[in-house]
Nanobody, 115 residues
Framework: QVQLVESGGGLVQPGGSLRLSCAAS????????MGWYRQAPGKQRDLVAA???????NYADSVKGRFTISRDNAKNTVYLQMNSLKSEDTAVYYC?????????WGQGTQVTVSS
């Protein structure tokens, strides 16, 4: 089982930037596609961005051109660079594998975009 720890969230003004990190335990991390997901209050958890083990990426339409997902397999870490943040990006952000049975979810990291 892989353990996931997300960090980097916070309060930011509209138009600002944040960089989220997700540290994963276990050497199997590097062979899995990984995704960043978010869940706003009262809504379901949705995929925001995904990255294959080889580095190809996919993004939700709502974040294309603003968010960038990346990974460092040597550090067992996946990142989400978020630019031009909007109020509708406010949510708890989680990472997990993409396309496979989810590992246990971490605690997530809260992102609040507000002036």
């Amino acid at each position: 089982q892989v353990q996931l720890v997300e960090s980097g969230g916070g309060l930011v003004q509209p138009g600002g930037s944040l960089r989220l990190s997700c540290a994963a335990s276990g050497s199997i991390f590097k062979i899995y596609p990984m995704g960043w997901y978010r869940q706003a209050p009262g809504k379901q958890r949705d995929l925001v961005a995904a990255i294959a083990s080889g580095g190809s990426t996919n993004y939700a339409d709502s974040v294309k051109g603003r968010f960038t997902i990346s990974r460092d397999n040597a550090k067992n870490t996946v990142y989400l660079q978020m630019n031009s943040l909007k109020s509708e990006d406010t949510a708890v952000y989680y990472c997990n594998n993409w396309g496979f049975r989810p590992w246990d979810w971490g605690q997530g990291t809260q992102v609040t975009v507000s002036s």
